[in-house]
């Protein structure tokens, strides 16, 4: 075993990942590919606590798990209901190479993974950022869009307006021009980008409701059940997704109007490996509609905690 394994806290992980850089990364990450095998998931003590387990790896380069637990009952205990730890192992020696704050690394590379789908599927001259959902990942989607378009106006949506005006006046003391609304139909009828992160099981982002030429990147509604877009938006757009293997097992955006038939799996045009490699040129006209469904992968990770690793220095 190594002399000594890195501690790598949230605060050094937000440091050592500028959007900019991360973007890049992933790109070519996604470019070279990994093996990621299908998350495991273990139930513990109650039908509701469990234990995620996401690996990765790839040829030449290091080893990364990803360990998370989920404990819903923690709300009632004024607790975070999930916790992430991420190891990274030499990819030589098998050797731990660092601990690395789980939490920070995903909130970072979950909104670079949809900034880096926004480069090739929102259009150039985007200027209005719409960010539905005021929980722990909205500032970061907002932060990350606006580092690959020059967004003029972020507005910000959520169930509680005081939420969103408290969202809005954070991103402002970031440097960010935001403002809270509190119609969404209003704010989805003037959006060039929407990013939507909430754990709706009822559709929020509705088709009628976005104009031609929009980009709707969906983040939430991780499981079969939820849901933050509805059929007509999915039937109206090009869809695409970070993996087919992890979207079509999980996301509820996609598996909903498979099954009802709204949709075929022919109508999802490619992954973000597509994009990032130019297999698939991303946006072919200025009216389309584009969706990006993204449930997170390993590939991701393992991206982000060498950026880190590599970043951080010696301790």
């Excluded at 539905?132 to 990350?144: E, I, S």
């Excluded at 959520?158 to 969404?184: K, Q, Y």
């Excluded at 075929?264 to 297999?279: P, Q, V, Y």
Aim: proline share 5%; glycine share 8%.
């Amino acid at each position: 075993m190594s002399a000594t394994i890195r501690t790598i806290t949230a605060a050094q992980v937000h440091a050592a990942l500028p959007f900019p850089a991360l973007i890049g990364a992933l790109r070519t990450a996604f470019v070279a590919g990994a093996e990621v095998p299908v998350r495991s998931s273990h139930a513990l003590n109650t039908a509701d606590d469990r234990l995620l387990l996401m690996p990765a790896w790839g040829e030449g380069t290091d080893i990364g798990v990803k360990l998370v637990t989920v404990f819903p009952g923690n709300r009632a205990r004024g607790l975070a209901s999930v916790s992430a730890l991420y190891v990274l192992f030499d990819g030589t020696t098998g050797h731990p190479l660092a601990l690395i704050d789980g939490e920070a690394l995903t909130l970072r590379r979950t909104a670079a993974a949809s900034a880096l789908a926004s480069g090739y599927l929102s259009r150039p001259d985007a200027k209005r950022l719409l960010v539905v959902g005021t929980g722990t990942l909205a500032p970061y989607l907002a932060a990350a869009h606006c580092a690959v378009r020059a967004i003029d106006q972020v507005q910000v949506w959520g169930r509680s307006f005081e939420h969103a005006a408290t969202l809005a006046a954070s991103l402002v003391r970031d440097g960010l021009a935001a403002v809270p609304v509190a119609d969404l139909t209003e704010g989805l009828a003037g959006a060039d980008i929407v990013t939507c992160a909430t754990t709706a099981r009822e559709p929020l982002v509705r088709g009628a409701l976005v104009r031609p030429g929009t980009h709707v990147d969906l983040v939430g509604a991780y499981t079969r059940d939820m849901r933050e877009s509805d059929d007509e938006l999915v039937a109206r757009a090009e869809i695409f997704v970070d993996t087919c293997a992890g979207a079509l097992a999980e996301a509820g955006d996609l598996l909903q109007p498979l099954a009802n038939g709204t949709i075929t799996r022919e109508k999802i045009r490619g992954e973000l490996a597509d994009l990032a490699s130019e297999r698939h040129p991303g946006r072919r006209s200025r009216d389309e509609v584009t969706l990006f469904k993204s449930v997170g992968t390993a590939l991701e990770d393992l991206c982000a905690a060498r950026l880190v690793f590599g970043r951080t220095g010696p301790p």
